[in-house]
């Protein structure tokens, strides 16, 4: 007991050590300050995914998104499950048929213990289920722009809250002040409500723009194909509110 | 029969009593509270209502919980006894040693059972403290646990008689664990393996203990509700007979067991 608290003890201290030297020392995937970042590394990145797994999960009723079963299905936020068909392509179904045609038992019980009778989704005030996968998700990886936006489509879009949505995105932008996707959700947060505020979306999306381009010097060729289409997108919605006034 | 009775009922009450002296349920009810006390209070993006992912995390700490009561059940029946030779006069007493394993088992089962029983009582509290309501698969779940819990015992007792202690435990939790999680994914990686190896898997497949059978927990916390009559009499009938398969061999064991 005594030399496990003493390796424990010891462990932290060298993470805390580590954690002062300057990040371009360390090839880390996941960007960040501290030890947890010097301990983890790319362990962050894939726990964030992970998360964000199991908050897609949560949107089918607790289904394992990865699973077959859910086949080519697109969700109306806004991402498709890579590759869910390799991974649980095994062929058993609800009769325990295996893939050559014979009875499997186990396959049997297995389909009818786990999985579920009815395929449905979460909805309304109920996906707030969602969130706090997603909030591990970003805690594990501030800089999971996918887990951030795809929160702020949960509060904005399928929870209609205001002021949550608000939130999320305040909390992405200042974990993520060079994202132009974080950026450009700023400015729908501000631009897709009830009673939008046309002149602060404007500044939102031009800000985006802007973004864009200082990322890339006005060469678009040089930003990634995700920005590319974000400064697209911000230019979009700066024409339709230009035609709104 | 009678005699039987008060036999069997004396080795349970020992086994039954070890655990509880132990303390170590206590300490695993401590740990839980201490785990689910921050989470329960949490309220991520400053949203609340979110109670899901609260029951999900209790279910997996019921489920890890059980499986280290179980194990450390049935591995401290025989191995004990044998390394400090209280085996002997055990052995020396009327009695004969199926109705010694017999008697332990159900000892040890009795006293798993029990604390798996306090730890639902916790769960089902604390999720009736949320306003959140199981209906009928609750039971159903309790059930399935139990028959979980009645076969990990007897995997774990089996496993004592034959390998060491450390040994026991390690590959018992390996093999349920790991069955646990990927034992439906079995067929799977047999057919992206090649050769030896797909037909390993094949086998573990077949003969392995699928754990993954018992858990409910995704139907309790998503709300589906109970599960086919059919399907339950099914895993209740595989729980019963892999662990008679397993105390028989055990019994077989221990029967040719030098001292």
């Known amino acids: 007991m005594k030399h496990a608290a003493i390796f424990c003890a010891a462990a932290v201290a060298l993470a805390a050590i580590l954690s002062r030297f300057p990040q371009e020392r360390f090839p880390q995937a996941v960007r960040g300050e501290g030890a947890l970042a010097v301990a983890f590394g790319d362990a962050r990145a894939a726990i964030s995914s992970a998360m964000m797994r199991k908050a897609d999960g949560y949107f089918h009723g607790g289904v394992d998104a990865e699973c077959g079963r859910l086949g080519e299905h697109h969700h109306h936020h806004g991402h498709h499950h890579d590759g869910e ?144 289409r974000m400064h697209g997108f911000a230019l979009g919605y700066l024409e339709k509110i230009a035609e709104r006034r | 029969m009678k ?123 604390s999720a009736l403290l949320r306003g959140t309501g199981f209906g009928a698969a609750l039971p159903q779940a309790i059930a399935l646990h139990a028959a979980f819990v009645a076969l990990a015992v007897a995997l774990s007792l089996l496993g004592s008689l034959v390998m060491s202690a450390s040994a026991n435990s390690t590959l018992c939790a390996i093999a349920l664990a790991g069955m646990f999680f990927f034992g439906r994914r079995l067929p799977d990686f047999a057919a992206g393996a090649g050769g030896i190896v797909s037909w390993l898997v094949r086998a573990a497949y077949a003969i392995g203990p699928h754990a993954e059978f018992f858990d409910m927990r995704q139907r309790l916390v998503h709300g589906w509700g109970a599960i086919d009559p059919l399907a339950f009499a099914a895993v209740l009938a595989y729980a019963a007979a892999y662990t008679a398969a397993l105390l028989c061999v055990a019994a077989a064991v221990l029967k040719r067991k030098r001292l």
């Open chain 2, 3 to 125: 005699f039987f009775l008060r036999q069997t009922a004396a080795l349970v009450k020992l086994s039954f009593l070890e655990l509880w002296r132990r303390n170590d349920v206590f300490a695993l009810v401590l740990l839980a509270l201490a785990l689910m006390a921050p989470l329960s209070m949490a309220t991520p993006f400053g949203a609340a209502g979110a109670s899901r992912c609260l029951d999900e995390v209790a279910l997996l700490l019921v489920w890890a919980f059980s499986l280290f009561v179980s194990i450390g059940a049935g591995q401290r029946l025989f191995r004990p006894e044998f390394e400090s030779r209280t085996v002997y006069p055990l052995f020396s007493k009327p009695v004969s040693r199926t109705r010694i394993l017999a008697g332990k088992y159900l000892g040890a089962l009795a006293s798993a059972w029990s604390a798996l029983a306090l730890f639902y009582a916790l769960f089902t509290g």
């Open chain 1, 85 to 228: 068909e390799a991974d649980c392509g095994d062929g058993h179904g609800k009769d325990g048929s295996a893939g050559g045609g014979l009875f499997d038992p186990w396959a049997w019980i297995d389909a009818h213990v786990r999985a579920p009778d009815v395929h449905r989704h979460l909805e309304g005030k109920d996906s707030v289920e969602m969130l706090p996968w997603f909030w591990a998700s970003v805690k594990a990886d501030p800089h999971n722009i996918d887990a951030w936006t795809t929160a702020w489509y949960v509060a904005h879009n399928m929870m209609k809250d205001e002021d949550l949505s608000k939130r999320v995105i305040g909390e992405a932008l200042a974990s993520n002040p060079d994202s132009v996707e974080i950026a450009l959700y700023a400015g729908r947060q501000l631009y897709d409500t009830a009673n939008p505020d046309l002149d602060a979306a404007a500044k939102a999306f031009a800000a985006a723009r802007d973004l864009a381009l200082s990322k890339c010097g006005g060469d678009l060729s040089k930003l990634s194909e995700d920005e590319r």
